[in-house]
């Protein structure tokens, strides 16, 4: 397991390399009062130190192979949590800028989608039963190790909507998605919440909030929100996911 914690990134006790340590510590800026960064959660979660971060060193299948490990053992660790929101770990994967980087928006997507195709593959653990696999429908969500996962896809390369932009280095932000769920899910006091997340993604971005934003308890299509455009244009497109087929198919 080589998940490095954020009170190690911030004394200096990690053993991390000098674009490690830069491209961490460059993600907590983004977060850390006064940015006024939109997502409160995430501000509550570095300012009790809960981060959790991999790094991925380069696109080499070896190297997508050991990152696949770090979020394995991330799955494993958030099976123990306790179900306070206080308590919750996103995961930041972090990629070296120096190997992993694009001019566009849309080329860092087509980089994440490969990344998660690759974990997909690599997946030890059947497809959950009560997930669909179709990434076009409603109730689709990545899963690794038997658990749904969110993933937050932000780059450098986005000018207008800030909110997806933590630094020099490509990030995922990812976290079961349960826990969405619990602080945010389709009932009146999720609703309000997200209503409130909206309000500051309008005001941090100076534009209104991407139309791809959903709930997935409400059957809205998940896989546009990992990776969104930097206008409001409409969501369109099929996702890049291609599912394994299940064993024992005879497909």
Same mark, same amino acid.
């Given at each position: 397991?080589?998940?490095?914690?954020?009170? *190690?990134?911030?004394? =200096?006790?990690?053993?991390?390399?000098?674009?490690?340590?830069?491209?961490? %510590?460059?993600?907590?800026?983004? /977060?850390?009062?006064?940015?006024?960064?939109?997502?409160?959660?995430?501000?509550?979660?570095? %300012?009790?130190?809960?981060?959790?971060?991999?790094? #991925? =060193?380069?696109?080499?299948?070896?190297?997508?192979?050991?990152?696949? &490990?770090?979020?394995?053992?991330? #799955?494993?660790?958030?099976?123990?949590? &306790?179900? =306070?929101?206080?308590?919750?770990? !996103?995961?930041?994967?972090?990629?070296?800028?120096?190997?992993?980087?694009?001019?566009?928006?849309?080329?860092?997507?087509?980089?994440?989608? *490969?990344?998660?195709?690759?974990?997909?593959? /690599?997946?030890?653990?059947?497809?959950? =039963?009560?997930?669909? $696999?179709?990434?076009?429908?409603?109730?689709?969500?990545?899963?690794?190790?038997?658990?749904? /996962?969110?993933?937050?896809?932000?780059? !450098?390369?986005?000018?207008?909507?800030?909110? $997806?932009?933590?630094?020099?280095?490509?990030?995922?932000?990812?976290?079961? $998605?349960?826990?969405?769920?619990?602080?945010?899910?389709?009932?009146?006091?999720?609703?309000? #919440?997200?209503?409130?997340?909206? *309000? $500051?993604?309008?005001?941090?971005?100076?534009?209104?909030?991407?139309?791809?934003?959903?709930?997935?308890?409400?059957?809205?299509?998940?896989?546009?929100?990992?990776?969104?455009?930097?206008?409001?244009?409409?969501?369109?497109?099929?996702?890049?996911? %291609?599912? %394994? *087929?299940?064993?024992?198919?005879?497909?």
């Amino acid at each position: 397991m080589t998940l490095t914690a954020q009170t *190690k990134v911030e004394s =200096d006790a990690g053993d991390l390399t000098p674009w490690q340590q830069a491209a961490a %510590r460059g993600f907590l800026e983004r /977060l850390r009062m006064p940015t006024n960064f939109p997502c409160f959660f995430s501000q509550n979660a570095c %300012r009790r130190g809960r981060i959790l971060f991999a790094f #991925v =060193d380069s696109l080499a299948p070896e190297e997508l192979a050991r990152a696949a &490990d770090d979020l394995g053992a991330y #799955v494993r660790r958030s099976r123990e949590w &306790d179900g =306070d929101v206080a308590t919750a770990e !996103p995961l930041v994967v972090l990629f070296d800028p120096a190997a992993v980087a694009a001019d566009t928006v849309e080329a860092y997507h087509d980089i994440g989608w *490969k990344v998660l195709q690759a974990w997909h593959d /690599l997946d030890p653990a059947a497809w959950p =039963d009560e997930v669909s $696999r179709v990434p076009s429908s409603p109730f689709w969500t990545m899963c690794f190790a038997g658990m749904q /996962l969110f993933v937050n896809m932000s780059n !450098p390369a986005h000018r207008i909507r800030r909110s $997806r932009n933590l630094g020099r280095a490509f990030a995922f932000i990812v976290n079961p $998605r349960e826990r969405f769920d619990i602080v945010a899910g389709d009932n009146p006091r999720g609703r309000a #919440v997200r209503e409130r997340l909206r *309000k $500051r993604i309008h005001a941090y971005d100076g534009l209104p909030h991407s139309p791809a934003l959903g709930s997935f308890e409400a059957g809205e299509i998940e896989w546009w929100q990992y990776g969104l455009a930097e206008t409001n244009a409409a969501p369109s497109g099929t996702c890049p996911m %291609r599912m %394994r *087929k299940p064993a024992g198919s005879g497909q």
